[in-house]
């Protein structure tokens, strides 16, 4: 079965420097979510998107964006990158016709940045 | 706020061991319970999952979690652990009023199986 795309696996980047993340969901899923989950850390939420429109938003430094494009995908971007932006980035794509919209999430690879 | 709490963040158990995981979540309201397993180097796997009904559920590589309402809690089993079972084990609970579909994650719990 298809599964979470996210691209690129692994990102290293200068500080102050920029980067952007993708994410294609699961086909037929409408909904993405980002986590960021640092070294040793539980996944925290960032932003989620359902039809293309942000629906809820988490601790996402305002340097970071994101949006959901007509085809679903999503990309995160990230701007003025420090060293505390080095994680891993999950991608998680549901479908919101079930469960009263919170079916389950399926999990993305992950891309692991790393900011030096 | 709400809040997932995981007891355990390091077990370490011989093969052939039984296996339990507690996890609580501190929010009086309809909730959906996830167990995520993430193998080392790997992104996270969906091993269970709660919505309603039967509170005992049962996942995928022999695993079972209990949902207790009264207890607020979702508590992983599994009666017999491998060593390829190693890894690091998340609760994770959605549904919280007016919060979307985000997942709230408990700490982790990280399982060692000694061969």
């Known amino acids: 079965a298809a599964g979470v795309i996210q691209s690129p696996r692994h990102l290293i980047k200068e500080k102050r420097e920029t980067a952007t993340l993708k994410c294609y969901p699961i086909?037929?899923?409408?909904?993405v979510y980002w986590y960021q989950q640092g070294p040793g850390q539980d996944p925290q939420f960032l932003i989620s998107f359902y039809e293309k429109m942000q629906s809820d938003k988490g601790s996402i430094p305002d340097r970071f964006s994101a949006q959901q494009f007509s085809d679903y995908h999503s990309e995160l971007n990230m701007s003025s990158l420090e060293l505390g932006d080095s994680a891993l980035y999950f991608c998680a794509s549901s479908s919101s016709g079930l469960a009263g919209g919170l079916d389950t999430q399926y999990f993305g690879p992950g891309t692991r940045l790393t900011v030096l | 706020a709400q809040s997932v709490s995981q007891h355990n963040h390091h077990v370490i158990l011989s093969e052939a061991a039984s296996l339990e995981l507690g996890c609580n979540y501190s929010y009086g309201g309809t909730v959906n319970l996830f167990w995520y397993v993430q193998y080392p180097g790997q992104h996270l796997q969906l091993l269970l999952k709660?919505?309603?009904?039967?509170?005992l559920v049962k996942g995928i590589k022999g695993f079972e979690a209990e949902f207790i309402k009264s207890k607020f809690s979702f508590n992983l089993r599994k009666p017999s652990v491998q060593w390829s079972d190693t890894a690091e084990y998340f609760c994770a609970v959605n549904g919280f009023y007016n919060q979307g579909g985000k997942l709230i994650f408990g700490q982790g719990t990280e399982l060692s199986v000694k061969p």
């Open positions: 086909p037929r899923h409408d909904t």
């Open positions: 709660y919505f309603s009904g039967d509170p």
